[in-house]
C-alpha cells in the first residue's frame, strides 16, 4: 500500500485553449473492451477452463502482488486534488448566490458548487493562511485571495510526468525526495471545467516502487522490489469524482508491458478491472475469441460480494481455481 503522496514528485502541464484554438490529442478508444466487458460472449466449458485457468491464476497473482494499478491511480488522485484546490467553489441558491465560498455552510440555504473555473498562481494574502494557494477569498480566513491567473471552464490537456519512488525504504519518510533514477510514469489527461477526463493514457520507463509484504512500510516483513516498464491506459468511468472519491471507482485497465517483482520479470498484455478502495477485488477479462474481443468472459475475484467466479453469456456462477472447478446453488456444474 502506498503511502507517500507528494507532488514535488509530480509535474504537470497545462495545455489550455477554446474549443476550435485547441488540437487536443485523442484518447484511446476503450468503449469496444467496456463493450466486452458489459456483455460477455463465450460459454464458458470444463475445456475452456482446462486451457486457460492456470493463466488467469498467474496473471491475478502478478497483478495483485505488483499494485502497479495503484501506482498509477495514486498519480490520477493526487492531480485531482490539485485541481479540486484550484477549482473555483460558488453558491448556488440562497443569498449568496454567485458568491465565492469553500463548504456548504458558506451559502445558506444554498450549496457551494464548482464554476467550472481554475485558478492559477493565487495566493492568500492576510490571514491565517498568509501565503497558501487559494482559488477564492473563504480560502483565506481573516485575508483575501489575490493573484494569479483565473481560466473559465478550461478545456485542454494535462500532461504528466511523475518520478517514481525507488526502492529507497527512505521513500516511507515525509520529507523524503525521490531519485529521477527510479524511473517515470508519463500521462495525459484531458481536462474539461476543472475536472479529468475518464479515459487517461500513457506510460511508464521503468518505474520503480516498493510493496509492502505486509502493512504500510517495510519494518515488519520487509518489502518486494516491484517496477513495471510499458504501456498503459485506463477508464474511470462516466463521471470522474472529486480526488477522495476516485479509490471507490471500477477501473478498468489495459496495459502491455513489463511487471518485475525483486528478480523476476513477467510480460502483461492484458485489461483488467480493480476497485482501488477494495482489497482484492480484481476482474480480468478472458479473451479466447479470433479476432480480439469476439469472444470473451470475465473472471473475477471477491468482486462485488460474490467470491471468485466467472461472468459469461449464460450469467453469473461461482469458481474456484484452487479446486478445479466450477459451480452454482445446486452444485458442481463441471471440473477441469
Not at 51 to 66: N, R, W, Y
Not at 87 to 112: E, I, K, R
Not at 231 to 249: K, M, N, S, Y
Request: proline share 5%.
Amino acid at each position: 500500500m502506498r503511502l507517500f503522496s507528494s507532488l514535488t514528485a509530480l509535474a504537470f502541464v497545462v495545455v489550455l485553449g477554446s474549443c476550435n484554438a485547441l488540437d487536443v490529442p485523442t484518447a484511446p478508444n476503450l468503449q469496444p473492451l467496456l463493450q466486452a466487458y458489459a456483455n460477455p460472449t463465450a460459454v464458458v466449458t470444463s475445456e475452456i477452463m482446462d486451457a486457460v485457468a492456470d493463466e488467469i491464476a498467474q496473471l491475478a497473482k502478478e497483478i495483485g502482488d505488483s499494485e502497479i494499478f495503484e501506482e498509477i491511480l495514486q498519480v490520477i488522485i493526487d492531480v485531482q486534488e490539485e485541481l479540486d484546490q484550484r477549482t473555483v467553489l460558488t453558491c448556488s441558491g440562497g443569498p449568496n448566490n454567485g458568491s465565492g465560498c469553500s463548504t456548504d455552510a458558506d451559502c445558506p440555504d444554498g450549496t457551494c458548487v464548482s464554476s467550472g473555473d481554475l485558478v492559477f498562481g493565487a495566493t492568500c494574502s492576510g490571514g491565517t493562511n498568509e501565503g497558501n494557494d487559494c482559488a477564492v477569498d473563504t480560502d483565506c480566513p481573516e485575508g483575501s485571495c489575490s493573484g494569479g491567473v483565473t481560466l473559465p471552464s478550461p478545456r485542454g490537456v494535462i500532461r504528466i510526468n511523475y518520478v517514481c519512488l525507488g526502492w529507497d525504504e527512505r521513500q516511507f519518510d515525509p520529507d523524503y525526495e525521490p531519485d529521477p533514477a527510479g524511473g517515470t510514469i508519463n500521462l495525459t489527461m484531458t481536462l474539461d471545467s476543472a475536472g479529468i477526463g475518464r479515459v487517461v493514457w500513457g506510460t511508464a520507463t521503468n518505474c520503480q516502487y516498493l510493496v509492502p509484504n505486509e502493512g504500510d512500510n517495510c519494518e515488519a516483513a520487509g518489502c518486494t522490489e516491484a517496477s513495471y516498464d510499458g504501456g498503459v491506459a485506463l477508464d474511470l468511468g462516466e463521471t470522474v469524482p472529486p480526488d477522495e472519491d476516485i479509490a471507490q471507482l471500477l477501473v478498468t485497465f489495459v496495459m502491455e508491458g513489463t511487471i518485475g517483482l525483486d528478480d523476476i520479470n513477467f510480460r502483461i498484455n492484458q485489461s483488467f478491472r480493480v476497485v482501488l478502495a477494495l482489497e482484492s477485488a480484481l476482474e480480468i477479462l478472458v479473451d479466447i475469441g479470433d479476432p480480439a474481443l469476439a469472444e470473451t468472459f470475465n473472471y473475477f475475484f471477491v468482486f462485488e460480494g460474490l467470491g471468485q467466479g466467472i461472468r459469461d453469456a449464460t450469467g453469473v456462477f461461482g469458481c474456484s481455481l484452487e479446486e478445479s472447478r466450477c459451480f452454482d446453488e445446486s452444485g458442481t456444474l463441471f471440473s477441469w
